[in-house]
């Protein structure tokens, strides 16, 4: 028997009538690259006006179907992406890279859960708020309603595909997606159950579309067609964010890179910090929000360090230490031999390392913690590790990120772990949307005003 990947694309045609499938398209087939780009664009257009009006329980419907077509093609997917895989170990693609690449059967239930969380969720499109009564008489509010078309431009994650996919769905919106040329076929295959979702409820296929070419000029294309996108979201490394940064001309949503920071602080429950310290850096090395800068205060400076270092030192974790840290670590014996521990320069307190490595400073105490934090730190999460309530409160109003944590890990900064049903991205912007972008982030507000007559005089 086939699976619905094998037979998607001849059953994907939207039954509205108004849109051609384009989901299974490779270069070869593209004569005219910023014609077909248009052409997607205004699929996209006339999809979204669509996506806007159709009933919570269709879209509900869509989530649940397309959660249903994941665990049921867990082969085909793991099969798509061992193509990718291959490819990418062939092209000498690096450690953190290949990891994030993989669409393993654990990822694959976690995205399903996704669409299932976003399916229970209140539909915010169409509620009115803050409606207040005028002195003309006229009563003033606001509406939630969709964006419209978003364009997001990835790399390496797979399962963006379905974050995206789900949120676009959930939110009203359409969507163009623009996967690395490195995760190709499984994001094809992914797109496919998502077009084959939206069939079997009758939205149009073209609510999501995913870019079928590997080639570069199409994001160049994607960015600049505001007459179709309404905005931008890049995730991934540092020189796309900056590129499409740059070149845009649709407005952007994004992060340019996680230097995320653990305070310890003085007082904590210091068996508690290791954790969390270790939790954060060492369970997985490749997201944005894996801590990349320890701080700890000097109060606890001689007891918590030998501790943490030894976890990281198991672990091979690389210990970049400004004078004071490297001082208490050396002088433990036994750790000296099996830690690698050298001196931090300046650049390493800016660092998104991305890697088994972390950098690691003392300071005197919570101020001097947030002062280092709000220079050095790019704006995305960082979390105290204390007892102190005081000093929580302080951390919480003063460190300038779009999340700050008390006693937890940082790698909760995440739509899934948030509630969110799945996240497009983590903005550090301080418009529209900052930290997880979920559904809301997806939406715009709109003056809705009801009347009984009134006329200016």
């Avoid at 992406?81 to 890279?97: C, H, I, K, V, Y």
């Avoid at 669409?115 to 002195?135: F, N, P, R, Y």
């Avoid at 409820?201 to 996108?229: C, G, H, K, Y």
Wanted: aromatic residues 4%; proline residues 4%; contains cysteine.
């Amino acid at each position: 028997m086939n699976s619905p990947i094998a037979t998607a694309s001849s059953s994907l045609t939207p039954t509205s009538g108004l849109l051609e499938s384009a989901a299974v398209i490779d270069d070869l087939a593209i004569q005219d690259l910023s014609q077909f780009m248009s052409a997607m664009g205004g699929r996209s257009r006339a999809a979204a006006t669509v996506a806007a009006r159709a009933p919570s329980a269709v879209k509900t419907q869509a989530l649940l179907k397309l959660a249903e077509l994941l665990r049921a093609n867990r082969q085909p997917l793991a099969e798509a992406n061992q193509r990718d895989l291959a490819r990418a170990e062939t092209a000498g693609l690096s450690g953190p890279m290949l990891d994030r690449l993989k669409l393993t059967e654990k990822i694959i239930d976690t995205v399903a859960l996704g669409c299932e969380q976003l399916a229970t969720m209140h539909d915010v499109i169409g509620e009115i708020s803050g409606m207040k009564q005028q002195l003309s008489g006229i009563r003033v509010g606001q509406m939630r309603v969709p964006l419209g078309v978003f364009g997001m431009i990835y790399e390496s994650r797979p399962n963006v595909t379905i974050e995206a996919a789900s949120l676009a769905i959930k939110s009203g919106n359409a969507c163009i997606l623009r996967g690395g040329s490195e995760a190709i076929e499984s994001n094809k295959a992914l797109a496919l159950l998502v077009r084959q979702a939206l069939v079997a409820v009758n939205l149009p296929a073209d609510v999501v579309q995913l870019v079928p070419t590997t080639d570069r000029a199409a994001v160049s294309l994607l960015i600049t067609m505001p007459e179709f996108v309404d905005v931008i979201i890049p995730r991934g490394g540092k020189g796309l964010i900056e590129r499409v940064s740059r070149e845009a001309r649709v407005p952007v949503i994004k992060h340019l890179d996680g230097n995320c920071h653990v305070y310890v602080d003085a007082p904590c429950d210091i068996a508690m910090a290791v954790k969390i310290a270790d939790n954060a850096k060492t369970q997985k090395y490749s997201p944005c929000n894996a801590a990349e800068s320890l701080l700890v205060a000097e109060g606890v400076a001689e007891e918590f360090l030998p501790l943490i270092a030894a976890v990281y030192a198991a672990k091979g974790v690389e210990m970049r230490c400004d004078a004071a840290a490297a001082k208490i670590l050396r002088a433990q014996p036994g750790l000296a031999a099996s830690a690698h521990i050298t001196l931090a320069s300046e650049q390493d307190w800016f660092e998104e390392y991305l890697a088994p490595i972390i950098s690691i400073k003392i300071v005197a105490d919570v101020a001097a913690a947030i002062a280092h934090i709000n220079h050095y730190s790019s704006h995305h999460t960082d979390a105290i590790l204390t007892r102190d309530h005081m000093h929580a409160q302080q951390f919480l109003r003063e460190v300038d990120s779009a999340s700050v944590m008390v006693n937890a890990s940082t790698r909760f900064a995440d739509g899934f772990e948030f509630g969110l049903g799945a996240e497009i991205g983590i903005s550090t912007d301080k418009f529209h949307a900052r930290g997880p972008v979920g559904i809301e982030g997806l939406t715009s507000l709109k003056y809705v005003v009801l009347g009984q007559g009134e006329v200016r005089g």
